[in-house]
């Protein structure tokens, strides 16, 4: 007989890691340590809340310099970012973009923005991100090159770009994914909305697409209440950014001088306030997160049935969101073991629900999606605050 998971025996790990913690266990809370409230006042001190202020541009300074970067432009979100970046690339109306299932819609609505088509793709157990040598001999069968372009040969449509996304903060195996770019002719925007601080090789995530886009969601390792941004090696890139952001306005002490449809994507003062003293705690919420890392891999190394995921060899997780995977035969045990731990005041989440089983999805071309499928039924989100460190 198959032997059930030992959901107490979870739980009790859980309660010996928040041990410290009185009430109730979110799964994720903001950490404010530093100069949080002074920067905020000071904005509303001086009247400069809105689109004019120093902190925007101190924000992207600071992001830059962290992540190692010559430009980084700030924007209301992470998905105005990402269609932003995707516009950039020159993805256009009717093109298709390879986008993995196992994200966060976001990944999808950005490319439904640029009047283009996410085409899904599959995932490996190893990384959670994209699956590169399924992508290659998938894209093998099914497009052709012409005209310097990708073409799915089954739509007509060209492949435009791919999104790959450090799933939970865990950096995607990237450079295979830059050569398929590069056999392929297809350009690489990375979502790195949820891996600020995390590496691949050393090197930044976030800094090997053309563009990439990072998240200041509220549940993000570094929160501006709400924000985005955009980086990029490539001066006219972070000019045109700046330029499509702030509604492509020409600069002139009165005119209202426009020459493109432009967007209100430029993140407020107020927010970058709060960014600015959140970037200066970065270093210390890495650390408190990798030891809180550190506390669940200890505490679920002799538990059966379940498995932490750790960072991969080559790379340095933010450990953004804990992974607890529940091995395959227990998958139907995970809504049991969620319920059980929200009664007892610890919420956890499953991962998303897979982008093209949702309904303005469900029809877009698509590889075979059984690994995504398959780590969506049995991924668990562990509570992830920085302070339960
Ligand atoms: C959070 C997130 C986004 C979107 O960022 P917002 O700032 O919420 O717009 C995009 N992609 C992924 C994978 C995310 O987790």
């Not at 435009?160 to 295979?176: K, N, Q, S, W, Y």
């Not at 007892?344 to 989440?349: A, D, F, K, P, T």
């Amino acid at each position: 007989m198959k032997r059930r998971l030992d959901i107490s025996l979870i739980i009790d790990m859980l309660k010996q890691v928040f041990e410290r913690e009185k009430g109730p266990i979110s799964l994720y809370e903001p950490t404010f340590l530093g100069n949080e409230w002074s920067y905020v006042n000071e904005c509303l001190d001086t009247g400069w809340v809105s689109s004019a202020g120093k902190y925007v541009n101190q924000f992207e300074h600071l992001l830059a310099e962290f992540t190692e970067i010559p430009y980084a432009i700030a924007t209301v979100n992470g998905t105005a970012a990402l269609h932003l970046g995707l516009l950039l690339v020159g993805v256009r109306h009717n093109e298709e973009v390879l986008v993995p299932s196992l994200t966060f819609i976001a990944t999808a609505n950005a490319v439904s923005y640029c009047g283009a088509i996410p085409h899904f793709v599959d995932s490996t157990k190893e990384t959670l991100g994209i699956d590169s040598l399924k992508l290659r001999s998938y894209l093998g069968e099914i497009s052709e090159i012409r005209a310097g372009g990708c073409y799915n040969k089954q739509t007509g449509r060209r492949i435009a770009a791919i999104v790959p996304v450090h799933t939970f903060g865990h950096p995607v195996e990237i450079e295979p994914v830059i050569e398929l770019c590069q056999d392929y002719s297809i350009k690489l925007v990375e979502d790195a909305a949820e891996s600020l601080g995390s590496r691949y090789k050393g090197q930044h995530t976030g800094t090997w697409g053309e563009v990439s886009a990072i998240s200041f969601n509220g549940n993000k390792i570094v929160t501006t209440g709400g924000g985005g941004a955009l980086l990029t090696h490539d001066p006219e890139v972070a000019r045109q950014a700046k330029h499509l952001t702030t509604t492509a306005k020409l600069p002139h002490p009165w005119a209202y001088e426009h020459d493109q449809v432009g967007y209100n994507y430029r993140m407020p003062n107020l927010n970058a306030a709060l960014g600015c003293a959140q970037l200066e705690q970065l270093p210390e919420l890495l650390n408190r997160k990798r030891k809180l890392a550190m506390l669940y891999k200890e505490k679920f190394r002799a538990v059966d049935g379940v498995c932490f995921f750790e960072e991969k060899e080559n790379t340095l997780s933010n450990y953004w969101l804990n992974v607890l995977l529940l091995d395959e035969d227990h998958a139907e045990e995970r809504n049991e073991l969620l319920e059980r731990a929200l009664r007892v005041g610890i919420q956890m989440r499953p991962a998303w629900t897979p982008v093209h089983q949702l309904k303005p999805y469900q029809d877009c071309p698509r590889m075979d999606l059984s690994v995504a499928e398959n780590l969506a039924s049995r991924i668990v989100n562990l509570p992830s605050s920085p302070k339960l460190w």
